[in-house]
């Protein structure tokens, strides 16, 4: 490839989504393997590129989001004891695999511009984030609900208050990256 790039798009391919199934358990299974993902793969991956571009605050934000992700698997755990480790999602592997191709052509992405990437991933953070706490958790608090079950439903609420209150960092964190962006090439 004479002339590499990475959109936002191929970004996203790195989310993986939760998938809800009409038995809870297997919801709660797919619950934790995604947020175990987001906290030792994807966000991590993203922390590294922040790193590399030479910003660090970003790169301690990642990390401190990708500690919360962790958080969520556990609140949920404590919940369903027979979680184990929970089997590799369809989506998850598929989010894995698109990491990884993009990982190819990241380094040297990153040294031609480092500001593109950074700015890319908090984007896909925010949208990552929004589905969750607007979509997909909510549903998954509501089937919870359908069935009875306060406590589940209580630790799915607690976790879309959660997600979103990191698309409420990630939201401000561009904004502000944007906005030194532009004061320095005004
Ligand atoms: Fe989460
Ligand atoms: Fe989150």
């Known amino acids: 490839m004479e002339h590499p ?34 906290n030792q793969i994807m966000y991590p991956e993203f ?12 790169a301690t934000l990642f990390r401190k989001v990708a500690g919360e992700e962790k958080l969520h698997a556990v609140w949920l755990r404590e919940l369903y004891s027979d979680i184990g ?13 698109a990491l990884e191709t993009i990982k190819a052509n990241c380094d040297k ?3 031609m511009n480092p500001q593109g990437v950074v700015e890319k991933a908090l984007s896909v953070a925010i949208r990552v984030e ?3 706490y607007l979509d997909i958790y909510p549903r998954f608090r509501d089937q919870a609900l359908a069935e009875n079950d306060a406590e589940t439903a209580a630790v799915y609420q607690r976790v879309i208050d959660s997600e979103q209150q990191h698309a409420e960092w990630f939201q401000a964190a561009l904004q502000d990256f944007q906005s030194t962006a532009a004061a320095q090439t005004a």
């Open 5 to 38: 790039e990475i959109t936002e798009d191929m970004i996203f391919q790195c989310f993986a989504a939760a998938q809800q199934d009409p038995d809870q358990n297997k919801t709660a299974a797919s619950f934790v393997d995604v947020e175990e993902y987001e």
């Open 109 to 111: 992405l990153i040294k």
């Open 47 to 58: 922390a590294r590129w922040a790193e590399k571009a030479g910003h660090r605050d970003l």
């Open 130 to 132: 929004e589905r969750e």
């Open 85 to 97: 480790v929970p089997p590799r999602g369809e989506d998850t592997q598929r989010a894995i695999d």
